[in-house]
């Protein structure tokens, strides 16, 4: 596995953006779960998707306003992140593993990729 995550940026409150997380390894039989680390804070889980393809989310973060979808083809995992507010703001990460505890927040392994910056202006 070899993550690559993208599409972090500046936005405004309320605005949209989506997170790319790309196994450049093209490896198969991975769950792959989202987690962000806003500055002063630990890391918490955000959603996840579980091989062959259950979604799972952080309701507490998510509040029915991100999604989480996948492209095979792509080998690409996205975050489409929805209405998003300044407490949103923090570096994005993937991870992928064979493990389902990537998919939670005590998912301990090593499979991540580099993080994405989020930032949402108020």
């Known amino acids: 596995v070899q993550l690559q995550a993208s599409g972090g940026g500046l936005v405004q409150a309320g605005g949209s953006l989506r997170l790319s997380c790309e196994d450049l390894?093209?490896?198969?039989?991975?769950?792959v779960g989202w987690f962000r680390q806003a500055p002063g804070k630990e890391r918490e889980f955000v959603g996840g998707?579980?091989?062959?393809?259950?979604?799972?989310y952080n309701a507490d973060v998510v509040k029915g306003r991100f999604t989480i979808s996948s492209d095979s083809a792509k080998n690409t995992v996205y975050l489409q992140m929805d209405s998003l507010r300044p407490e949103d703001t923090a570096v994005y990460y993937c991870?992928?593993?064979?493990?389902?505890?990537?998919?939670?927040?005590?998912?301990?392994?090593?499979?991540w990729g580099q993080g994405t910056l989020v930032t949402v202006s108020s």
């Open positions: 390894g093209r490896s198969s039989g991975y769950s």
């Open positions: 991870a992928a593993d064979h493990d389902y505890a990537v998919c939670g927040s005590s998912y301990s392994g090593d499979n």
């Open positions: 998707i579980r091989w062959p393809g259950s979604i799972k």
